[in-house]
């Protein structure tokens, strides 16, 4: 779902009858919310969000070191899990409901504030592990499929800029459609990865 609709669900009331949930949707509508999250090195942070008639809901997914956390918002109320990346899920699967915080909206809620107790938690978290904090792959994934989908007009584009320079005729040969065929098989995988 598009930012514009949320925009025009956000703007078809005041901001005076604005639910909580509204008010964590209009800071992801003016992009505080990853601002927020930034402030205490989470990273990999997604948001997901849904305007329906009966009834919104959000979700907040980002990791700190070695943990993941989710943080599910509705007009009722919110709930966050926070649980180790491990390749064996069947213990974290077992535990899932045991580590499930519910809560109501309290009066003056604050997203900021809910951040801050989520991040003292992790801190002391005892699944915590410290290390070098990954790098966001998405943005690399992203740069390599923006380079081999240019990959094929940059070759051509310097072929024929060496044949004007030089008063020569240059023609492509079988390998141009490897390489063609190849950027953008390439430029397709990176892509997809990326949005993952």
């Known amino acids: 779902m598009g930012k514009r609709k949320l925009i025009k669900y956000l703007t078809s009331k005041p901001e ?12 992801y509508a003016e992009g505080k919310v990853t601002q927020l999250l930034s402030k205490h090195e989470f990273y990999d942070i997604e948001f997901f969000f849904h ?34 990346m491990v390749k064996n899920t069947d213990k974290i699967a077992k535990t899932f409901d045991q580590r499930v915080v519910y809560c109501k909206y309290e009066d003056g809620f604050s997203l900021e504030e809910l951040l801050e107790t989520i991040f003292e938690k992790l801190k002391a978290h005892p699944e915590l592990v410290l290390g070098p904090i ?10 390599l499929s923006a380079f081999f989908i240019l990959l094929p007009f940059i070759v051509v584009g310097g072929m024929a800029l060496y044949g ?20 953008v098989f390439l430029g397709n995988h990176f892509y997809y990865k990326a949005q993952k």
């Open 16 to 27: 005076s009858a604005y639910s909580n949930l509204d008010k964590v949707l209009n800071l």
């Open 134 to 143: 990954p790098k966001n792959r998405r943005k690399l994934y992203a740069i």
């Open 51 to 84: 305007i329906r008639k009966f009834g919104n809901d959000c979700e907040i997914i980002f990791k700190y070191y070695n943990l993941a956390t989710n943080i599910c918002f509705s007009e009722a109320g919110y709930f966050y899990v926070s649980y180790p």
């Open 164 to 183: 004007l320079i030089n008063d020569v005729s240059v023609y492509g040969d079988w390998w141009m459609a490897i390489l063609f065929l190849g950027s």
